[in-house]
């Protein structure tokens, strides 16, 4: 654990703990440091408890630079460069390396192949320290949700190794009495920065997983380290701005928009976080000096590696965010219990130097076993059960179907014929490209199919509330459809209606749509999504493999969903209601005649898709041929 040595309080010649010895100066940074993991955790263990917990982040950016600020500038003797980063590493590295270790065996044995695919690049980023630029590119529609990712927390951590590569040197070259100036005026220029990037449309993932934008909070610890900012205040003095640094920082926890974030609104918990720092004295420092806030101070580093990997496993195998309290007190158990073994047997063996793993040899043994163990769960996770057809995992070969983007033609079905049918909606509609084959074939009919994910792409849809991701293609697709809905005299259109129709804004866009067609006498099918069910059936299916217990139950509002879209349909005249989602084919999803059918709790696969397809073909003919 880092140590600010000017700044110590009286300890005892005698400590034993290895929680006190590691806490034997600045103990109310420990406390602060236990306030910002505890806000991280509630954050992530439910959004609700503490809606802007996730600034706990930014408090520990915070104590970093204060922190390394005081390593380098109170030296007795000359800097060594090389010693400063092999205590980074002695810090960072063994415990990170454990837990990637850990979770790349856990993630082996829970993940369906598709999904560890995803883990294994999120892996590779997060060795090298690079994972908040991983981060900040993702957004595959068919990987797993954010918070079912293990690795997501890494980002913090990888920013904090790129920042200690230059610091050293952006403090040590600038002259001592120009460092204030330089590191302030660094601070304001790229908060600005930051604050422009936040207004360019579509970019704020990009700044928050940006280094130059948590810079400046690494730096205004830095600047209460250089100024000694704090240091000779009055015991009332230190009082009043302890208080007020407390206050600041629990409106934070509570009031920042996470949709405008890092920017200008960053600097309001990094000030906060640096008043505690500077109050060194006072009610508020002897609080965070007590034994509990610095007995989960020391663990701060080891909880936030554990604690998301906890809940993203959780949240995968039981297929919901939302934790209830079983979860939860197991959810804490394991995360405390793994933050005591890795801080007791990890982080001070490595940097206690009486420890077991202290010297640079055993520090290169445990790493590389623990670079051994991740690269042999890629057999692992293969070798859990027998692989399952591609066809079944996937509802279409992406780079083949206009999903997203234009390839080709974008015909389906029986294309010795003119196209007669647009196809248009999101991945509902896009796992309907094989469907669409098999009713043109027999139907004799030439089928466009024209696709987005999270986006019905019709003029005038709400392209903002999707994720944002998806919002570049949701664009495209709206604009290479406008001539093939001007043009069509059938539209087909599917979509997840559960997604979709609790949206006014997209109700009133689907009426407006409706209402156009109605008026050009544009025949309009709007198909019901099909089934929705609460758990992954792949996913059922692994787990079932591990011994590990399952129950696959039906989604209780996409049905809710189908009526109030199909209410809506009812109100114009060329436009037809059409739902399967309770017919002979879906009475046994997600299967259909012994073969799982569904390539994850709400998509359709290859052979579900052409079955579906064989299904409803001598339904759809007359429809698609017939007035009404």
Not at 196 to 219: K, M
Not at 230 to 237: A, I
Not at 434 to 451: K, Y
Not at 501 to 508: D, G, V
């Amino acid at each position: 654990m880092n140590v600010d040595k000017s700044a110590s309080i009286p300890t005892k010649a005698r400590v034993t703990n290895p929680l006190e010895r590691r806490t034997a100066f600045r103990r109310d940074i420990q406390g602060l440091r236990a306030i910002a993991v505890l806000a991280v955790m509630l954050f992530h263990a439910c959004k609700n408890w503490l809606p802007s917990g996730f600034v706990g982040v930014d408090v520990f950016f915070v104590i970093s630079g204060f922190i390394i600020c005081s390593l380098i500038i109170n030296q007795n003797k000359p800097f060594n460069w090389f010693e400063f980063y092999l205590g980074r590493v002695r810090r960072i590295v063994p415990a990170y390396g454990a837990m990637l270790a850990v979770v790349s065996v856990a993630s082996a044995l829970l993940f369906l192949t598709e999904d560890f695919s995803f883990f294994k690049k999120s892996l590779e980023s997060a060795a090298l320290f690079l994972s908040n630029q991983y981060f900040s590119g993702f957004g595959s529609y068919f990987a797993p949700d954010a918070h079912e990712l293990p690795l997501l927390h890494t980002w913090s951590l990888a920013i904090e190794m790129q920042f200690y590569l230059f610091f050293p040197a952006l403090i040590l070259f600038t002259p001592r009495k120009y460092r204030a100036y330089v590191l302030g005026a660094l601070c304001f220029t790229l908060l600005s920065y930051s604050e422009w990037q936040l207004s360019v449309q579509d970019n704020q993932r990009y700044v928050y997983y940006s280094l130059v934008a948590r810079i400046p909070e690494f730096l205004l610890g830095a600047l209460i380290a250089v100024t000694g900012f704090g240091r000779d205040w009055s015991l009332k003095v230190s009082s009043l701005i302890g208080w007020a640094g407390l206050a600041l920082l629990l409106l934070c926890f509570v009031y920042l928009d996470d949709q405008h974030f890092p920017g200008a609104l960053s600097a309001l918990p990094c000030i906060a976080a640096a008043l505690l720092i500077a109050s060194r004295s006072g009610p508020v420092s002897r609080v965070l000096s007590t034994k509990g806030f610095v007995w989960v101070g020391a663990l701060s580093y080891s909880l936030y590696l554990w604690h998301w990997p906890v809940l993203a496993f959780m949240r995968y195998y039981i297929g919901q965010y939302d934790l209830t309290t079983p979860w939860l007190v197991a959810f804490l158990l394991a995360t405390f219990s793994l933050a005591w073994i890795s801080f007791r047997y990890v982080e001070c063996a490595t940097r206690d130097k009486g420890g077991a793993l202290a010297k640079p040899l055993s520090l290169m043994v445990l790493l590389t076993a623990a670079g051994l163990i991740a690269v042999a769960s890629v057999d692992l996770n293969k070798k859990i059960e027998k692989p399952l057809p591609l066809e079944m995992t996937r509802y279409a070969p992406a780079e083949v179907i206009c999903h997203g983007r234009i390839v080709g033609d974008c015909l389906r079905g029986d294309n010795r014929e003119p196209a007669s049918v647009l196809v248009l909606g999101d991945s509902h509609a896009a796992q309907l490209n094989e469907f669409f084959d098999v009713v043109g074939q027999q139907d004799r009919l030439s089928v466009r199919v024209i696709t987005a994910s999270n986006c019905v792409p019709i003029p005038g849809f709400d392209v903002e509330r999707i994720p944002d991701y998806s919002r570049a293609d949701c664009r495209s697709q709206i604009s290479e459809l406008i001539p093939y809905i001007n043009s069509a005299r059938v539209i087909v259109v599917a979509a997840m209606w559960e997604w979709q129709a609790p949206n006014p804004e997209f109700m009133q866009g689907f009426s407006r749509f409706l209402d156009e067609a109605d008026k050009r006498q544009v025949k309009v099918i709007v198909l019901a999504q099909i089934p929705m069910f609460e758990f992954n059936p792949l996913r059922a299916r692994r787990f079932s493999s591990l011994g590990l217990p399952v129950n696959v139950r039906k989604n209780a509002s996409w049905e809710k969903s189908n009526n109030d879209v199909a209410e809506l349909v009812s109100r114009y005249k060329s436009a037809k209601f059409l739902d399967f989602s309770h017919s002979e084919f879906f009475s046994s999803a997600p299967f259909y005649s012994g073969n799982l059918i569904y390539m994850d709790n709400h998509h359709l696969n290859e052979l579900g898709a052409r079955e579906y397809g064989a299904f409803a073909a001598p339904f759809l003919k007359n429809i698609l041929t017939s007035n009404y």
